[in-house]
């Protein structure tokens, strides 16, 4: 069982910066692939960054060179900085958790949630 706890959520203007963080317990943390996922209003969650237990990740592509994903295994945590935010970006932001290596987009193939944070970008 890992049960994790995002942090870093707010309210900023388009063009700012948020870090979010993700602290996650269970000493199997280190094995497992973590990944970002966002709802927006009334919209399906998705993939916004992954990255494995070896430090590989990937981005949906709209996010790539805006947000970075890293995790510090020691404390068993996984961050999103998120740069140049944009209205767009206004979503509940969740992390989550699955066993193995491989990427997946799919919400249903993660085994863990955290219970989100909110994001929002005025213009």
């Known amino acids: 069982q890992v049960r994790m706890v995002e942090s870093g959520g707010g309210l900023v203007q388009a063009g700012g910066s948020l870090r979010l963080s993700c602290a996650a317990s269970?000493?199997?943390?280190?094995?497992?692939?973590m990944g970002w996922f966002r709802q927006p209003p009334g919209k399906q969650r998705e993939l916004v960054a992954a990255i494995t237990s070896g430090g590989s990740t990937n981005y949906v592509d709209s996010m790539k060179g805006r947000f970075t994903i890293s995790r510090d295994n020691a404390k068993n945590t996984v961050y999103l900085q998120m740069n140049s935010l944009k209205p767009e970006d206004t979503a509940v932001y969740y992390c989550a958790a699955r066993s193995g290596s491989s990427f997946q987009t799919n919400p249903g193939n993660y085994d863990y949630w955290g219970q989100g944070t909110q994001v929002t970008v005025s213009s």
């Open positions: 269970g000493r199997t943390f280190i094995t497992y692939t």
